[in-house]
C-alpha cells in the first residue's frame, strides 16, 4: 500500500504543486470531504458489493500495472487512483491562444486569418502529462451509489477537467444498476476525452481561466501558463527515457539485444549499447582519429555531442580528446598564434613587398648562377628570390619542370 502524498507517476519542477502532475494529497482532501452518511445495507448485500469491488480492482490492476497505485483505505473505504497517459500517433503541436477576450479556440490554426493571428506556436511534444483519476469507493457500490471520485489534470483549464466530471456522471446514471463503472470511466478518459481538448495533432491553450463556480471534484491548471509550458517539456522528455529504458532494443554493431538502460539514445535518436560506444570511442581517442568520433549507422555519421563523450570515456581520455580537437582547429585555422601545448609565437608586423625587397638581400637574376659556382637547386633559388609573390613561385616551378625533361634528355642549360 502506499500513501496519498506518493505517487508513481511524478516530475520534479520549480513549482511543487505544477510538477505533481497527481495531486495526491489535493485529491485526498477531496474525497475525505465528500464522504457522508450511507444507508444501512443488510450485511449480504455488504458482502457482495466488498466481493465486487475487490474483482474490480484485481481486474483494473491486471490491466493498467504500475498505472495503478491502491492507497491505505480510508475508513474502510477502498481507495485507489489510475494515471491515464494519452496514446499519441505523433508529435503533438502546442498552440498558445492569445485571443484578446479570452475565447479558447480549439480549430485549427489556418481555418481563417483571424484566428490564424491569435495562434502562436509554442512546441512539439511526444507525450502529454497525465490524467488521473481518484476513487474512493463506497460501501454502497456498485449497487446503490456511483463511486467518489476526483478527476486531476493539472494542465488543463478547470472548466475542461470539470467537463470530463459531468461526462462521468452521465455515464453512471446510464449503467444497469449493481453494475461496474470505474473500467468505464478509466475508457473514456483515457480515449474519447481526447477530443474534447484537441484536433487532429494540436492541442490548443487559452488564457488562464477563472476557476470559480466550478466543479469541485476536478483539479486543473494551478500556475501561469507560461510556467507551465517548460514543466510540460520537461516531463515529456523523462517520459520519453522512461519509455526508453524499459523496451527491449538491438544493437546495430555487436547485434545483441538488451533493455534500453544498456543502451545509449544519440541526438539523432539512433540507439547502441554501451559497451559498444565506450570500446569505438576510447579506439579513437587512442588512435588519435577523433574526426571519426560519429554515430555508427554508416547512413548518419553525425558526430557525438561533448557532454556523450564526458560520460563515455574516463577523465584522461576526454582531456586527450580535447587536446586533438583543439590541435584539429588549429591545423585548419593557421591564424590562431599558437598551438596546444606550443610556446606562444613572436608576433611580427606586416609588411609590404618594397619594404621587404629593401631590406632583404639583392636577388640573383634569372641567368646568373651561385656565388659558390654551384648551380642552387631551384628550391634554393626561390626561397631567396621569390618575394614578389605567387608569379615568382609560378616561375620557378616552371623552370624546375624544363631542368628535369633536360637532364632526363642528357644535356644541361643553366638557369
Known amino acids: 500500500m502506499m500513501t496519498p502524498g506518493s505517487s508513481s507517476t511524478s516530475v520534479p519542477g520549480d513549482e511543487a504543486d505544477a510538477g505533481n502532475w497527481d495531486a495526491g494529497v489535493e485529491t485526498a482532501a477531496r474525497l475525505e470531504a465528500m464522504v457522508h452518511a450511507e444507508d444501512e ?9 466488498n466481493q465486487t469491488q475487490e474483482d474490480e480492482l484485481l481486474a483494473l490492476q491486471a490491466i493498467y500495472g ?53 495562434l502562436l506556436y509554442a512546441c512539439s511534444l511526444q507525450h502529454l502529462p497525465p490524467v488521473v483519476l481518484a476513487c ?21 483549464d478547470e472548466p475542461e477537467v470539470s467537463s470530463f466530471c459531468s461526462v462521468l456522471d452521465e455515464i453512471w446514471a446510464e449503467q444497469p444498476a449493481g453494475q461496474e463503472v470505474v473500467y468505464k470511466w478509466v475508457d473514456w478518459l483515457s480515449t474519447s476525452s481526447w477530443f474534447c481538448i484537441a484536433s487532429d495533432d494540436q492541442i490548443v491553450f ?27 517539456q520537461r516531463y515529456s522528455k523523462e517520459r520519453s527515457h522512461e519509455i526508453f529504458a524499459r523496451r527491449i532494443h538491438e544493437c546495430g554493431v555487436c547485434l545483441s539485444e538488451n533493455t534500453g538502460r544498456n543502451f545509449i539514445q544519440l541526438p539523432c535518436s539512433h540507439s547502441f549499447c554501451v559497451k559498444c560506444m565506450e570500446t569505438q570511442c576510447r579506439i579513437h581517442v587512442k588512435e588519435g582519429s577523433v574526426a571519426r568520433l560519429t554515430c555508427p549507422d554508416t547512413s548518419c555519421r553525425r558526430p557525438l555531442p561533448p557532454a556523450l563523450l564526458r560520460g563515455l570515456l574516463g577523465d584522461g581520455e576526454y582531456a586527450r580528446w580535447e587536446s586533438l580537437v583543439l590541435r584539429g582547429c588549429w591545423t585548419r585555422c593557421p591564424t590562431w ?9 613572436a608576433w611580427r608586423p606586416a609588411t609590404t613587398p618594397s619594404a621587404r625587397g629593401a631590406s632583404s638581400p639583392s636577388a640573383p637574376s634569372a641567368g646568373s648562377g651561385a656565388t659558390s659556382g654551384t648551380p642552387a637547386s631551384p628550391r634554393t633559388r626561390c626561397s631567396t628570390s621569390c618575394w614578389n609573390g605567387r608569379r615568382r613561385r609560378g616561375r620557378w616551378r616552371r623552370r624546375r619542370r624544363t631542368a ?11 638557369f
Not at 138 to 143: A, F, G, K, V
Not at 216 to 226: E, K, P, Q, T, W
Not at 337 to 345: D, I, K, M, S, V
Open 404 to 414: 628535369r625533361r633536360c637532364r632526363r634528355r642528357g644535356r644541361w642549360r643553366s
Open 337 to 345: 598564434p599558437t598551438a596546444p601545448g606550443a610556446a606562444p609565437r
Open 136 to 156: 474512493l469507493l463506497p460501501r454502497l457500490y456498485p449497487s446503490h451509489r456511483a463511486p467518489y471520485f476526483v478527476v486531476a489534470a493539472k494542465w488543463l
Open 206 to 232: 487559452g488564457p488562464d481561466a477563472d476557476s470559480a463556480g466550478g466543479d469541485d471534484r476536478a483539479i486543473g491548471r494551478s500556475c501561469s501558463l507560461d510556467s507551465m509550458i517548460p514543466l510540460i
Open 41 to 49: 445495507l443488510s450485511e449480504e448485500q455488504i458482502q457482495a458489493n
Open 66 to 118: 504500475d498505472d495503478l497505485v491502491i492507497f491505505d483505505n480510508k475508513d474502510g473505504l477502498r481507495f485507489f487512483q489510475i494515471s491515464l497517459h494519452y496514446q499519441l500517433a505523433g508529435d503533438i503541436r502546442v498552440y498558445l491562444n492569445v485571443c484578446p477576450n479570452g475565447r479558447t479556440e480549439t480549430g485549427a490554426e489556418n481555418d481563417d486569418d483571424d484566428d490564424s493571428d491569435r
